[in-house]
């Protein structure tokens, strides 16, 4: 995670550098390292200990806590507590909504398919079909996919191309070169 620090009125000391590192990688922990970036401000107003953290979490999740305290100690331990709850309270919503099914996008209603003779679907005997792994599918292009085909071990990879934003299948032939398996547009 990146962290940017940044002091008000403060001249930033390496104990002050730690005690933040230390409070965030407690935070980072609790939100599975799904954290991108931080951005600390510390200040000093009259006689308390000003801080402000934003945190920006994968999922363009934004969180915001603003902490004051007699020490830095009880500011930075308030402002990581307050996002804490902020990731805690996002996080099962994002769990209910898992639960009951619905989506975040709108849901489309099918079309009507024409009616289509079903055939069985026959598998020899002695073979069955397994779930071996669940693959994340991000949005590349063909190129992007051809750069990440090459640092991994599977000979294929499943993305969603950027431009037409439809599923496509990228392979390692047995002459060496890649072949692509994409949708008519």
Same mark, same amino acid.
């Given at each position: ?110 079309? @009507? /398919?024409?009616?289509?003779? %079903?055939?069985? =679907? ?9 779930? +071996? #792994?669940? !693959? ?11 750069? @990440? /085909?090459?640092?991994?071990? %599977?000979?294929? =990879? ?9 599923? +496509? #299948?990228? !392979? ?14």
């Amino acid at each position: 995670m990146r962290l940017e620090l940044t002091g008000r009125k403060v001249v930033i000391s390496p104990g002050l550098r730690r005690l933040v590192d230390r409070k965030l990688a407690k935070l980072l922990r609790q939100l599975n390292d799904s954290g991108i970036a931080a951005s600390v401000i510390v200040s000093k107003q009259k006689f308390e200990c000003v801080v402000e953290l934003n945190l920006h979490a994968r999922g363009e999740r934004f969180l915001h806590a603003i902490a004051r305290g007699e020490t830095w100690e009880i500011a930075v331990a308030d402002a990581v507590e307050k996002v804490l709850h902020q990731a805690q309270k996002a996080k099962g919503k994002w769990q209910e909504r898992k639960r009951r099914g619905e989506s975040s996008r709108s849901v489309r209603q099918p079309r @009507a /398919l024409p009616p289509v003779e %079903e055939t069985p =679907l026959t598998v020899p005997p002695k073979q069955r079909i397994v779930r +071996a #792994v669940r !693959y994340a599918v991000k949005p590349m292009t063909a190129d992007e996919a051809a750069i @990440a /085909l090459d640092g991994r071990d %599977e000979p294929f =990879l499943v993305y969603r191309d950027a431009k037409t934003e439809s599923v +496509a #299948v990228l !392979y390692r032939r047995k002459d060496g070169h890649l072949g692509l398996i994409a949708p008519d547009a």
